[in-house]
Nanobody, 124 residues
Framework: RVQVVESGGGLVQAGSSLRLSCTIS????????MGWFRQSTGKEREAVSC??????RYNFLDSFRFTISRDVNKRTLYLQMNDLTPWDTAIYYC???????????????????WGQGTQVTVSS
């Protein structure tokens, strides 16, 4: 059984940085694509970033403030978020799929395994 667990969210001030972590067990970590989504109150879940099996990364937000990375030995996916703004406030979800590549656009339906999410709140 695949288990996806996010951590690292919290309440921060605008301009701060956060690094989210996601551990995935019961899954061939690094073999397939993994990604981050986020969902703000009243909005649909949107793609943030994806990393595929060969390490190539994709950003889906109009921002270079977010960077996805992974540590295969630790079976952990990361999302480094810099210069946060109140518009980044959302629940951030880690997701894993059973396919090697990231798609563009990246849809919720493309991912089979999800965590419960971690709340990120940015105050002005």
């Amino acid at each position: 059984r695949v288990q996806v667990v996010e951590s690292g969210g919290g309440l921060v001030q605008a301009g701060s940085s956060l690094r989210l972590s996601c551990t995935i067990s019961g899954y061939p970590f690094g073999t397939y694509a993994m990604g981050w989504f986020r969902q703000s109150t009243g909005k649909e879940r949107e793609a943030v970033s994806c990393i595929q099996n060969d390490g190539q990364r994709y950003n889906f937000l109009d921002s270079f403030r977010f960077t996805i990375s992974r540590d295969v030995n630790k079976r952990t996916l990361y999302l480094q978020m810099n210069d946060l703004t109140p518009w980044d406030t959302a629940i951030y979800y880690c997701a894993a799929r059973e396919f090697i590549s990231c798609y563009s656009p990246m849809d919720v339906e493309d991912f089979q395994h999800w965590g419960q999410g971690t709340q990120v709140t940015v105050s002005s």
